[in-house]
């Protein structure tokens, strides 16, 4: 499939009269849209609720319009619950999913009517040694172990990760959460990463039902939501067919149906996600400001990894157009790099893409969600302005680039 842009080189021209380049440009009305779908997929489902994992596009411009389609958060630091509040999102529209949790978190947490969930067996006391008490609605995260696979491929490696409670644990977890005062309980489980198949939440769904099934007869505890957390996943690549998020919705229906219909359970679903949310419906727009003929071609840009880690750090593919050249012949093969000291600051290896002449708009598709996220600072790079494309084609600075005072601000000469 041909990956198109959200914006044109005339309004890309026009924006950077005022906000130069770089900056992450983020796409209003496909935001809205896509997270009506989401609600739609899911409106089988009494008191479903996405909360978008505020992680991937910490901005209180996104969360707002998020919000405002009926989503809830995903927290699991202390800023992130603090932008929350200062968003106007409490209560139970706060999910915070932690781990290592420090206590301060904890006590935030609580201060703002979140629905805490707990990682380990071990927070219980760790909870209570924060606030004191056990809140009545608390969550639980699972971690089966093993390996997480579907019709036999491996889709991702839950017993390596460092989240979750074995079976056992949250079994006993439930137990002393009932003695402790709990009267209803949510399990969370996390076990694929940016998964592009269908089945990845009816499958997660499925195990998860049979769970709260099992936790509540056992335990008497009931299980009333049930949170599938973050992992759809985005095509990133051309040839990548897209997640359908009506027939993702319709799968969990199905095991929903069969596993906790006939149990007698009610329960209200949660996901937290983030990648589906947000990512394709940002891009990193970059200028090309150098061009380099040596062992091989590369086009300098004034982006770099602490823009967009992503390709850096995982080698992730991140599709790029050149604006306004959507329609010429790829004959060139390039390495888009950026300006940091390190051989891995590269936004494509070998990449073919139409001629680039100094001056040209380069537009890094699907960074949406953890892009500007993962900024950083290294090199003394400054982290690069947010920016939101409004429905009415305008655009609107959501936060501004980084001026080496906000660099210097934490040191003391
Ligand atoms: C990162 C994360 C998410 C979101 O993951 P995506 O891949 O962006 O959907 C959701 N929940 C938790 C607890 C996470 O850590």
Redesign the pocket.
């Known amino acids: 499939m041909k990956k198109t842009t959200f914006v044109t080189l005339e309004q890309l021209r026009a924006f950077s009269q005022t906000i130069p380049t770089p900056f992450h440009l983020y796409d209003e009305q496909a935001i809205r849209e896509n997270a009506r779908r989401v609600n739609q997929a899911f409106a089988w489902n009494k008191g479903f609720k996405e ?1 978008f ?1 505020v ?2 596009t910490p901005n209180p411009s996104i969360m707002q319009i998020l919000h405002e389609e009926g989503c809830g958060m ?1 927290c ?1 630091s202390l800023t992130e619950l603090m932008l929350c509040d200062r968003v106007g999102i409490r209560g139970e529209d706060i ?1 915070f ?3 290592d949790t420090p206590k301060q978190d904890f006590q935030l947490a609580e201060q703002l009517g979140a629905i805490i ?1 707990l990682d380990d067996i071990t927070h219980i006391q760790s909870l209570l040694d924060a606030i004191g008490y056990i809140p009545e609605k608390i969550s639980c ?1 699972y971690n089966p172990g093993g390996n997480f696979e579907i019709s036999n491929t491996i889709m991702d490696t839950p017993g390596e990760a460092k ?1 979750g409670m074995t079976k056992a644990q949250i079994m006993q977890a439930a137990k002393i959460l009932k003695e402790r005062g709990a009267k209803e309980m949510g399990i ?1 489980a ?1 076990l694929a ?2 998964t592009t198949t269908n089945d990845y939440y009816p499958t997660l769904a499925r195990q998860l039902f049979s769970l709260a099934v099992e936790i509540q007869r056992e335990t008497g505890l009931p299980v009333t939501f049930i ?1 599938l ?5 985005i095509p990133y690549r051309p040839d990548q067919e897209p997640a359908d998020i009506m027939k993702i919705g319709a799968g969990v229906q199905r095991a929903y149906e069969e596993v906790l219909t006939p149990a007698g359970m009610e329960v209200k679903l949660c ?9 394709p419906y940002g891009c990193l727009v970059t200028k090309a400001i150098h061009e380099k003929h040596t062992h091989k071609e590369y086009i300098g840009v004034d982006a770099c990894a602490c823009d967009l880690m992503r390709p850096a750090m995982y080698g992730a593919y991140h599709h790029i157009t050149v604006a306004g050249k959507e329609d010429e012949i790829c004959d060139h093969m390039y390495d888009i790099v950026g300006s940091l000291c390190e051989n891995n600051d590269k936004f494509a290896i070998n990449r073919m893409l139409p001629k680039i002449d100094k001056g040209d708009f380069l537009i890094i598709h699907d960074t949406g ?2 892009g500007h996220a993962m900024g950083y600072n290294y090199n003394g790079k400054l982290r690069s302005a947010e920016v939101l494309l409004q429905p009415d084609g305008t655009a609107r600075l959501i936060r501004r680039a980084e001026t080496p005072e906000d660099y210097f601000a934490t040191l003391d000469f």
Do not use: P, W
Not at 229 to 233: D, K, L, N, R
Not at 271 to 279: A, D, K, P, Q, S
């Open positions: 909360y994992a992680k991937a995903d699991s999910m999913s932690s781990n969930n995260r989240y969370h996390f990463s940016n949170n957390s973050g992992g759809v996943g996901t937290e996600m983030g990648r589906f949310m947000l990512g969600a953890h």
